[in-house]
């Protein structure tokens, strides 16, 4: 016969855990210190509660983004076409570009603007048989009178003079060609003129002297490469640190530039999104339109690095298909102006007591609260060491994966408490942001460490409050005693193929591949509404079977276990500190209506096939006893 589960009167200390409830699952065991730690709980929320306000405010003035044309490819382009390139240039305004990106010149430029000549010795000589050209040299003289002043006391290479073939030159023992030799003033003044969004591209040349002083007054930098200019070599990464003033500079997505944190100490950063161009070439226009959008509206990205298409017609669709896409998520098309969220150390240091008590709180409600409390003591401590111990960032992840364990090791006898598990997860969130939330982390130079943990931990934690009162040893004997049928092996492997998909679909670039079909709906989602998470669609469905469905023996545990994944996946959402917070919570709710509504529909499908399948044909009777004859040296079973 099951007892009842302890009434919330009921004094004890650690109170003794009941068996079996009627949903098959283990019932929760009841401390003493819920009461006051809940409260420590609620207490704690106010001051993460005003952070979560000003950092929505923060976000609601950031929604301008600058649509960046790439002036080379631009160029390309509309010579392609022989068309001017600042003509084509005003048609692609009209359709949304505001920004454009000019690189630094290199003496190839020069050349092709026909103010110098860069030619071989080898060229040379084939051309004055009779002339003292090297052929392993390079030489360079003026087309332009008064062109080359500008290099003098440039490079720490000094070309030698020579005159040859009734022209000076300078004799170079290196291509001269790539040598960065400064901005084109001309083209950076007529863009600022016509009201573009300048975003500067600098070379690197260990050559260059006196590096970056001649910069033009741009709002931003944009760097080539893996490195920024002066990466390495710390005297002329503190020269750039120096001569960068007032400019921002760019975080490009996806790429790691060596010696851009050092310099961005004590200035602010913008993120910067673009698609490889051999890459975008494989997507249709309105698929890229799709990801710039996406970029801006969800992750945080201030300028929209865009490269033409081949075609004309290609590279309007997609630029009259993005600005349609930024309108409808009420992004402008202006000079982003660049702020940093500065949060009250004081108010996220009080936040910290709200995990704190959620860790406390699970491990003092475990059926063995001695093992609860070291678990909550080991994860407390990997938490805090996996952020090397900075205390918010580790706080922050200790949050991550106490709060969606706290509802379900608490309450889970009824499909009620699915919405009492939530609520404690929506609190979650809310300490998450206060903590993890800083001018780094909202940049995405600072990554949430631990975010596979956030997936794991919380199930682990539900699972060690299913342990019986008793022995581990005991248990662990049990375990290993138990009978197991091929049904159970059938379940369990489909629970961890389920389990091993959820999990490694995580981020934003899985482990595991998605279909033609499903990438083509997620982008019509992703056009349309906030796309949802998978594991939370499919979590909280799998929370409310357990809870409500009536499953026998092991089904409820199991798809409960599923379900934390879920909440888990709440508190993963909010993880993402440079996505908008309010565009984390549209997720979020839209995944907690849909998996809701699933949830619902699917459990009482399931109570009505049970019934019908109780109930079919007189019914069938469950064959639990076991017969054992005594024969002598062993036993047998039938």
Avoid: C
Avoid at 396 to 415: N, Y
């Amino acid at each position: 016969m099951t007892a009842s589960p302890p009434r919330p009167g009921d004094a004890s200390s650690a109170a003794d855990p009941a068996p079996l409830d009627p949903t098959h699952l283990p019932a929760p065991t009841r401390s003493r210190w819920r009461g006051p730690l809940l409260g420590v709980i609620g207490l704690s929320l106010l001051p993460a509660l005003w952070l979560a306000y000003e950092r929505v405010s923060f976000e609601e003035g950031q929604k301008t983004v600058a649509v960046v044309m790439d002036y080379p490819a631009l160029k390309s382009q509309a010579d392609q076409y022989g068309r001017d390139p600042l003509e084509l240039l005003a048609e692609y305004r009209a359709q949304g570009v505001n920004g454009v990106a000019v690189f630094e010149d290199v003496l190839g430029n020069w050349q092709n603007r026909g103010d110098v000549f860069v030619k071989s010795g080898a060229d040379l000589l084939a051309q004055y048989p009779t002339a003292a050209f090297q052929p392993g040299k390079y030489y360079l003289a003026e087309a332009r009178p008064g062109v080359l002043k500008r290099l003098e006391g440039r490079f720490s290479i000094e070309p030698r003079r020579v005159t040859l073939a009734g022209r000076e030159w300078q004799e170079w023992n290196i291509n001269p060609t790539y040598l960065p030799v400064g901005p084109d003033l001309a083209l950076v003044d007529t863009l600022k003129s016509q009201g573009y969004t300048v975003v500067y591209r600098p070379y690197d040349d260990p050559a260059v002297i006196n590096i970056a002083a001649d910069w033009p007054d741009v709002p931003f930098v944009a760097f080539n490469g893996t490195e920024v200019v002066g990466a390495r070599d710390p005297k002329r990464l503190e020269a750039v640190k120096a001569a960068m003033g007032s400019r921002i500079p760019a975080l490009i997505e996806a790429t790691t530039q060596k010696g851009l944190p050092e310099l961005m100490e004590g200035r602010s950063a913008v993120r910067m999104f673009s698609l490889n161009a051999q890459w975008q070439d494989t997507l249709l226009p309105e698929e890229t339109a799709s990801k710039y959008a996406l970029a801006a509206r969800e992750r945080g990205h201030r300028l929209l690095y865009v490269r033409p298409y081949p075609t004309i017609a290609e590279t309007s669709t997609l630029l009259t298909r993005t600005s349609e896409l930024l309108g409808r998520a009420g992004i402008q098309t202006a000079v982003p102006q660049i702020a940093s969220f500065e949060p009250s150390a004081a108010l996220r240091y009080a936040s910290m007591l709200g995990p704190l008590a959620a860790l406390l709180l699970i491990g003092l409600s475990y059926p063995l609260p001695r093992l609860g409390l070291l678990v909550a003591g080991l994860a407390l401590l990997g938490a805090l060491g996996l952020n090397r111990f900075e205390p918010f960032g580790g706080m922050a992840l200790v949050a991550s994966i106490a709060f969606p364990a706290l509802g379900f090791v608490l309450w889970r006898s009824r499909m009620a408490h699915w919405f009492t598990a939530t609520a404690l997860s929506l609190a979650g969130v809310l300490f998450v942001s206060a903590l993890g939330a800083g001018p780094q982390s909202m940049l995405g130079l600072e990554p949430f460490r631990g975010v596979g943990l956030t997936l794991i931990a919380p199930i682990a934690l539900v699972l060690g409050s299913y342990l019986p009162r008793q022995d581990l040893r005991k248990t662990a004997l049990d375990l290993y005693r138990r009978p197991i049928s091929t049904g159970d092996i059938v379940v369990m492997g489909a629970a961890l193929a389920a389990f091993a998909v959820m999990f490694l679909r995580r981020g934003n670039t899985s482990a595991v591949g998605v279909s033609d079909a499903e990438a083509k709906l997620r982008q019509e989602v992703q056009d349309s509404i906030i796309r949802p998470r998978f594991k939370e669609v499919l979590g909280h469905p799998l929370a409310l079977l357990g809870l409500g469905a009536g499953l026998p023996t092991y089904f409820p545990g199991l798809l409960l276990l599923g379900g934390v994944m879920g909440q888990a996946s709440i508190l993963n959402t909010f993880a993402h500190f440079h996505t908008p917070l309010l565009i984390s919570a549209t997720r979020m709710f839209i995944g907690l209506g849909l998996g809701l509504a699933l949830g619902y529909v699917l459990t009482y499908a399931v109570r009505w096939g049970l019934k019908v399948w109780q109930s079919y044909g007189g019914g069938l009777r469950e064959r639990s006893e076991v017969v054992v004859h005594e024969v002598p040296g062993r036993e047998v079973q039938r």
